[in-house]
């Protein structure tokens, strides 16, 4: 940003040497030609050079938002995958690949969640890092519930109505986590 | 000198480790802390070096394996004492190796 606002200037200071050399009528022999060329500054400055500035650094913000939002969602995807393939699983038998499937997904799902965190983080706003550590708990939370004791198992596991229920609502909470962590991204200014 | 040494889940024991218990499957939690992790631990430990745990090349972890091998570690050798020897490294998942860490510190292996 400071790069291009040196270059603005630079080309600035070219022009309006050019034409104080070249053009007769505007030679600066008094007082009152310097006031005029400094209004003539400013008023390039403040009708050209600000806006820029504040328009790309309020896009920049901008696409960071979408970004990041856009990467929660992917990660919900990634979760609803892990949960849609649980109940689908109804009454049958866990198998190996199933089992190394379902614990790849939430090793892809932690990975994505350290990147969103760090990303948060950089933004700074206590209220997004704060909803940000929540997410990051429910999907502890997730993680162990599926995972855990009462969790798969690589053999001799059937997955029974009971714990697609609780496996259910620990995924519900974690969407309604990330649901509240988009909403507090989206309304960083 | 102290002595560093190196175990990779995924090379040195399987890349797909299983559950908490033998009975829960192969690769178990229980079978890596039995036949690796403490054998190693107790060589670092009568040598005064450092044990190194690389968690990356796996498919991915259940918590009860990480739970029911390091929580054993911790339970049977104390958690200061484990967390001044171990060293666990995951550049693939920051957030398993926290729960390695934090599994550690709160003795966390369930009866």
């Known amino acids: 940003m400071n790069n291009t606002l040196s270059i603005v200037t630079g080309v600035l200071g070219f022009f309006l040497g050019l034409i104080v050399v070249r053009v007769p009528y505007l030679k600066l022999d008094s007082a009152v030609n310097i006031i005029d060329l400094a209004n003539l500054v400013a008023l390039i400055v403040f009708t050209i050079v600000i806006p820029v500035i504040l328009t790309s650094r309020l896009d920049n913000k901008k696409n960071h938002k979408e970004l990041l939002i856009l990467e929660v969602t992917v990660l919900c995807e990634s979760l609803f995958s892990i949960n849609e393939s649980i109940v689908k699983m109804n009454d049958n038998a866990l198998t190996r690949e199933q089992f190394n499937s379902i614990v790849n997904l939430f090793k892809r799902a932690n990975s994505h969640m350290s990147q969103i965190s760090e990303e948060v983080s950089s933004i700074g706003d206590e209220k997004s890092i704060e909803k940000c550590k929540n997410f990051q708990e429910r999907l502890k939370t997730y993680w162990e519930t599926v995972t855990g004791d009462d969790g798969i198992k690589v053999e001799n596991f059937i997955i029974n109505a009971g714990f697609i229920w609780k496996q259910s609502k620990r995924y519900d909470d974690l969407v309604r986590a990330a649901r509240s962590l988009k909403f507090e991204i989206n309304r960083i200014v | ?111």
């Not at chain 2, 890596?32 to 670092?44: R, S």
């Not at chain 2, 044990?51 to 990356?56: N, P, R, S, T």
């Not at chain 2, 060293?87 to 550690?104: G, M, R």
């Open chain 2, 1 to 111: 000198m102290s002595t560093v040494k190196l175990i990779s889940i995924a090379k040195d024991f399987s890349d797909a480790p299983g559950a908490r218990y033998r009975s829960d499957g192969p690769a178990s939690g229980q079978e890596f802390f039995e036949t690796m992790l403490k054998p190693a631990y107790k060589e670092v430990l009568k040598e005064g070096g450092v044990l190194v745990v690389d968690l990356d090349g796996a498919y991915g972890y259940a918590t009860s394996f990480i739970s029911e091998a390091f929580g054993s570690l911790s339970k049977e050798f104390g958690p200061q004492e484990v967390l001044s020897r171990i060293e666990i490294i995951s550049t693939e998942d920051e957030l398993v190796k926290n729960f390695v860490i934090e599994t550690i510190t709160n003795n966390d292996k369930k009866a």
